[in-house]
């Protein structure tokens, strides 16, 4: 399962200082219109007892990437908010990074959907698919 994304070097996630988003390894691979990518740097301090990365950052990593995406889509006086996500968990992640693939699946007024695939990079190996639901949310 070799992962055709092109890449540039990736660049440490942007955050505000000293968010805990800051402290792990997220870094940036692609931020366009179409796709966003995201990379979380396995260690051993963020792996569960097998030595995989933890799930639930599996699952923080799918909702940034896809977050992410789903704000260019809610227009310039819109918010959005995760309002359901399904992770189904294919293969452990052992080596890393594991690399999120945001792409968009209907942007609507009232909700936007986002797919999401992760890869074990260093396994060239595919590990998990998620389908997000966001609520589009006015600010004013």
Same mark, same amino acid.
């Given at each position: 399962?070799?992962?055709?994304? &092109? ?11 000293? +968010?805990?988003?800051? =402290? ?6 692609? $931020?366009?219109? &179409? ?5 979380? +740097?396995?260690?051993? $301090? ?25 704000? =260019?889509?809610?227009? $310039? ?64």
């Amino acid at each position: 399962m070799t992962d055709n994304t &092109e890449v540039a070097a990736p660049r440490p996630m942007t955050t505000t200082r000293d +968010h805990l988003f800051g =402290k792990l390894p997220f870094f940036d691979v692609v $931020d366009s219109d &179409e796709r966003v990518v995201i990379d979380l +740097h396995n260690r051993p $301090d963020l792996t569960n007892i097998r030595g995989a990365l933890q799930g639930g950052l599996v699952a923080t990593l799918i909702d940034i990437a896809a977050g992410r995406l789903a704000v =260019k889509y809610a227009g $310039d006086l819109a918010a959005a908010a995760t309002a359901d996500m399904t992770v189904h968990y294919l293969a452990p992640i052992m080596r890393g990074p594991a690399r999120a693939t945001a792409t968009l699946v209907r942007a609507g007024r009232r909700s936007i959907v986002v797919a999401v695939d992760v890869v074990d990079v260093g396994a060239d190996r595919h590990a998990a698919r998620a389908t997000l639901s966001f609520a589009v949310l006015s600010v004013s």
